[in-house]
């Protein structure tokens, strides 16, 4: 019925409809919780840090050089924080701003592809799966990056075919973007999908007996397109190197080596990590893409069919090369979450007027009925989070689950509803009735969704850092003071606690910080505060120490004078 009314209206309506909507989901209750550590809160912290620092060229952290990301990002998100403060919404506000003009492009590309039934397709579908939807509602770079990965080959896509140069620059402009918002990698991925592309074109020639030594893109438009996406960065780096020497770019180079190279402490997983982030984390488009995964769509459309290619190499470069990579990540598989969704919504186009197949209809009913019935069993629980104690061996996690949490029940009504629309989606579908079958299963994933982060994820923040951030926060009302995390990685005392630039010595790392705290004589108060499992680092400084308090597995000490 939707889509019979869409069909009516003009395209610039039905933009309007979708803006609506996406607004109505990605906007509203961006800052009903707290940033998590770690990405979230260091992001915004290095934002703030530029505000404060009146430095917007160099990135920083704990107000020393930050040279793991170019600056970018974070101008966004200092740009939001002067509209509306500095604050979480602030902070998240340019991935949902990303995640509504995504939606659109992603329904004006598949419109121009083939027609609007493809773009609403795959707009819905990019809407309403697990991961993709939720990552506009965070702080993390990757949703700005990504989006500009895939324009960069959309636009390379559109000068193979046109031949333009408008479409090249475009396609470097992207580009350049993309690795002055998170580095290199962008460019990597690219030149790999290039070469993969290459071979491929190759292997089409041989088969076709019409082999002639040429490439799916003019090299020397390749290399216009590498210096063009390469340049705004190296200015950035040229003056930086300037104004303070070559030590940032050097320790960012060395970083990007380590990224590929090695093990975040903490995230290491096996080969198959990122195959199964796929797979459970965006349903349920990874079901409906599984069976176009090896190349077998075509289209009558030329430019199509070279997107579609891009597509899918794109997707098994990005899968392939981070799950190589040592260290594992949920995020850094998520730019395979557009081709992904491009072919789910290629391969429900084919089946829009067609019963599903019954491997595909048992695969989305298992494991939709997972999720929705772990999202709807939560509530009921962490209602009986005293018995579950019993069968957690950490003391820290026993200790989280003493939070005061004020459980209903009824939050898991969005587990329920979704189950709801799941079958009944499922059912009609088999029926034939494809715009009711289609809405009921995606819309319902995006709404529950949509509760879940309004109702659930706040009270499951207090179990994690709830005692914590409010320490913080109660230290930020108070006289200006130093705040130390002993024992565990955190940005949270920074951000939270209103860290000033004056309450932390220049160039001093995180143990030669600590050390400092302990053995000097203060000018203000310092707070230490620490897991009740990871006490041992303060054994050796107990004396200097007031116990505060301990909270569901924090405990809080403040420095004697």
């Not at 793991?68 to 340019?94: D, H, S, T």
């Not at 290199?184 to 690219?190: E, G, L, Q, T």
């Amino acid at each position: 019925m939707l889509f019979n009314w869409l069909d009516k209206i003009s395209p610039p309506q039905e933009r309007a409809f979708w803006l609506v909507v996406s607004i109505l989901f990605y906007l509203p209750f961006l800052g009903a919780v707290p940033l998590f550590d770690w990405d979230e809160i260091n992001f915004a912290e290095c934002a703030r840090e530029m505000i404060l620092l009146d430095d917007y060229l160099r990135v920083h952290i704990g107000f020393m050089p930050f040279w793991e990301k170019p600056p970018l990002f974070f101008w966004l998100q200092v740009l939001c924080m002067k509209l509306v403060g500095i604050n979480e919404y602030a902070a998240r506000l340019p991935n949902a701003l990303c995640g509504i003009v995504s939606l659109q492009i992603l329904f004006g590309i598949g419109s121009k592809l083939r027609n609007r039934t493809l773009g609403r397709i795959w707009l819905v579908v990019y809407f309403g799966s697990l991961l993709p939807h939720l990552y506009f509602k965070s702080a993390i770079i990757d949703p700005v990056f990504n989006l500009f990965i895939f324009l960069s080959i959309y636009f390379l896509v559109l000068y193979k075919h046109k031949k333009g140069y408008t479409s090249l620059i475009w396609a470097s402009l992207m580009m350049s973007l993309a690795v002055f918002t998170k580095g290199p990698a962008a460019y990597i991925i690219v030149c790999l999908s290039f070469g993969v592309l290459t071979l491929w074109h190759w292997y089409d020639l041989y088969l076709s007996k019409n082999w002639t030594f040429s490439f799916p893109l003019p090299l020397a438009a390749f290399v216009l397109f590498s210096f063009g996406g390469l340049l705004l960065i190296l200015a950035w780096y040229g003056v930086e190197t300037l104004q303070n020497g070559p030590w940032l770019a050097i320790e960012f180079t060395k970083y990007q080596y380590r990224l590929f190279s090695t093990p975040d402490a903490g995230h290491k997983g096996f080969f198959g990590y990122h195959f199964v982030v796929l797979l459970v984390g965006c349903f349920p488009m990874s079901l409906f893409a599984l069976s176009w995964l090896s190349g077998r769509l075509k289209s009558e459309n030329e430019i199509e069919n070279t997107f579609q290619k891009w597509q899918l190499v794109l997707f098994w470069v990005v899968l392939l090369l981070f799950s190589a990579v040592q260290s594992k990540i949920v995020h850094y598989s998520s730019l395979c979450y557009f081709p992904l969704s491009y072919l789910a919504a290629r391969g429900i186009y084919e089946l829009h007027n067609k019963p599903l197949p019954s491997w595909l209809w048992w695969f989305l009913g298992i494991m939709g009925t997972l999720i929705g019935a772990i999202i709807a069993a939560f509530p009921v629980l962490a209602l009986r989070s005293a018995q579950l104690k019993q069968y957690i061996a950490d003391p820290f996690a026993q200790a989280n689950l003493d939070a005061e949490v004020n459980w209903q029940g009824w939050e898991g009504i969005a587990g329920i509803l979704f189950l709801v629309g799941l079958w009944y989606g499922l059912k009609v579908w088999q029926q034939r009735q494809f715009s009711t079958a289609f809405i009921s299963i995606f819309g319902g994933m995006a709404l529950m969704l949509w509760l879940t982060l309004n109702a659930i994820v706040p009270k499951i923040e207090r179990y994690s850092q709830g005692a914590a951030i409010d320490f913080y926060k109660s230290i930020a009302s108070k006289q200006p003071a130093y705040v130390f995390t002993v024992g565990f990685k955190s940005y949270a005392h920074w951000f939270y606690s209103n860290l000033q630039p004056e309450a932390k010595p220049n160039n001093l790392d995180s143990k030669l910080w600590f050390e400092w705290l302990m053995t000097q004589k203060l000018d203000k108060p310092a707070y230490f505060v620490a897991k009740i499992n990871k006490l041992q680092d303060l054994e050796p400084h107990r004396t200097l120490l007031d116990s505060l308090y301990s909270k569901n597995g924090f405990v809080f000490y403040k420095k004697k004078h």
